[in-house]
């Protein structure tokens, strides 16, 4: 079955340096990526997501994730974190041998933004 | 605007006492899912319709349960709730196909079980 890893289950950056967010998937067949944020007590919400089109894909709040297919790579990127970035961040994948649009998600990663 | 709403969004029942937890939502789309996150874990898929052909995953247990009785509407129901069973429970929603399509999330409801 294919999989999600991200690295990091607690990322700790300061207020204006760069949130960088580790994701690889385990597949022979790039499949679609997604990044997703969720807020305490909130449910999750869409950063951005990679459907081989462009491999840098721009997403909503300043951030950025580039697919790296040699890497089986999809890390997520912000160059300068502001306190509203506190969260965790889900990287998931729609294995294209899935039925529907079923998403298998990584472990999740909890971004604490020091002042 | 369009959105998947979730009630209660704090839910407290007691060990054993059948509960259910609705979801609605406003976009239309044809799928609609149900996932379980516990504590600093990942959202878990417990099942997911497709219009009115309902799919579960393997690994969900029995005592959970659901119906759709329109579009719009989703219902999770936990027929013997346990200890084990307090977590978030998210719904979402998401057209299909084609496939890569956003699933769009509730805020979720929060069970407690005492």
């Known amino acids: 079955a294919q999989s999600v890893t991200q690295l990091g289950s607690h990322v700790s950056v300061s207020e204006g340096a760069l949130v960088l967010l580790r994701c690889n998937y385990s597949s022979s067949v790039p499949p679609y990526l997604f990044w997703y944020v969720q807020y305490p007590n909130q449910g999750l919400q869409l950063l951005l997501k990679?459907?081989?089109?462009?491999?840098l894909v721009k997403g909503i709040n300043g951030f950025e994730a580039e697919f790296k297919k040699s890497e089986t790579s999809f890390h997520l990127t912000k160059p300068s974190a502001h306190m509203s970035d506190a969260a965790e961040y889900f990287c998931a994948v729609n294995p294209l041998k899935a039925a529907g649009n079923k998403l298998t998600f990584g472990g999740g990663t909890r971004v604490l933004v020091k002042p | 605007d369009a959105m998947v709403i979730q009630n209660p969004r704090y839910q407290v029942t007691q060990f054993g006492k059948p509960v259910t937890l609705s979801c609605s939502q406003t976009?239309?789309?044809?799928?609609m899912y149900w996932y379980q996150q516990k504590s600093s874990q990942a959202p878990k898929l417990l099942f997911h319709y497709y219009d009115k052909d309902f799919n579960n995953e393997a690994d969900t247990p029995d005592n959970f349960q659901s119906r759709r009785p329109n579009t719009s509407f989703c219902f999770l129901d936990i027929r013997s709730p346990g200890l084990g069973d307090a977590a978030m429970y998210l719904c979402a929603t998401s057209r299909d196909p084609p496939r890569g399509e956003t699933q769009y999330f509730g805020p979720g409801t929060r069970l407690l079980v005492l």
């Open positions: 976009l239309n789309h044809n799928v």
């Open positions: 990679y459907t081989s089109a462009a491999t």
